[in-house]
T-cell receptor
Framework: SQTIHQWPATLVQPVGSPLSLECTVE??????LYWYRQAAGRGLQLLFY??????ISSEVPQNLSASRPQDRQFILSSKKLLLSDSGFYLC?????????????FGPGTRLTVT | LAKTTQPISMDSYEGQEVNITCSHN???????ITWYQQFPSQGPRFIIQ???TKVTNEVASLFIPADRKSSTLSLPRVSLSDTAVYYC???????????FGSGTRLSIRP
């Protein structure tokens, strides 16, 4: 069966510090991968998605970047965090497009920028 | 570009049937409609997905009228554990562009 991992679970970082969040998927090959951010009490905002190694699409301009160095690894990064980067970050995977993009989400990372 | 609209919140009681409707006026021919459930501090969990007419699984039913401009998630005989936020999602089949609705906060009372 497929599983998706995210770490760390929680993170407190000062403004201006770098960020690296990691997401890995097991039990599937060539998944579509997604990074979402969810502000407190709000809906999900799609940040990045990837359909393959090295292929990253950004949905919104921001202080963040994403990379996919391996088929089942997706990394969210920032060189200098802003207060507005605080939130709940979710990674998700799905199968090939054309099948409704049913997504499976990881447990999330709670990021607090102080 | 399809946009989904859902009620912000709904209240119901244990044992009742709950219907949550989502509007997606610009849905395209090959788009699917998917519903997710989210508990606090957890990732959303897939509930049900459909393309047209009716889909039923062990936890919910999804009703999609012929024009597909809306859909209704039906939860039979809800319990307190169904208290959560429910998201309607229109998924483009030709690209990975995903648009989540704002979510419906469902509260179930004893």
């Amino acid at each position: 069966s497929q599983t998706i991992h995210q770490w760390p679970a929680t993170l407190v970082q000062p403004v201006g510090s770098p960020l690296s969040l990691e997401c890995t998927v097991e039990g599937t090959s060539n998944p579509n991968l997604y990074w979402y951010r969810q502000a407190a009490g709000r809906g999900l905002q799609l940040l990045f998605y990837s359909v393959g190694i090295g292929q990253i699409s950004s949905e919104v301009p921001q202080n963040l970047s994403a990379s996919r160095p391996q088929d089942r690894q997706f990394i969210l990064s920032s060189k200098k965090l802003l207060l507005s980067d605080s939130g709940f970050y979710l990674c998700a995977w799905s199968g090939l497009a054309g099948k409704g993009n049913e997504q499976y989400f990881g447990p999330g990372t709670r990021l607090t920028v102080t | 570009l399809a946009k989904t609209t859902q009620p912000i919140s709904m209240d119901s009681y244990e044992g009742q049937e709950v219907n949550i409707t989502c509007s997606h006026n610009n849905i395209a021919t090959n788009d699917y409609i998917t519903w997710y459930q989210q508990f606090p501090s957890q990732g959303p969990r897939f509930i049900i997905q459909g393309y047209k007419t009716k889909v039923t699984n062990e936890v919910a039913s999804l009703f999609i009228p012929a024009d597909r401009k809306s859909s209704t998630l039906s939860l039979p005989r809800v319990s307190l554990s169904d208290t959560a936020v429910y998201y309607c999602l229109v998924a483009y089949s030709s690209a990975s562009k995903i648009i989540f609705g704002s979510g419906t906060r469902l509260s179930i009372r004893p």
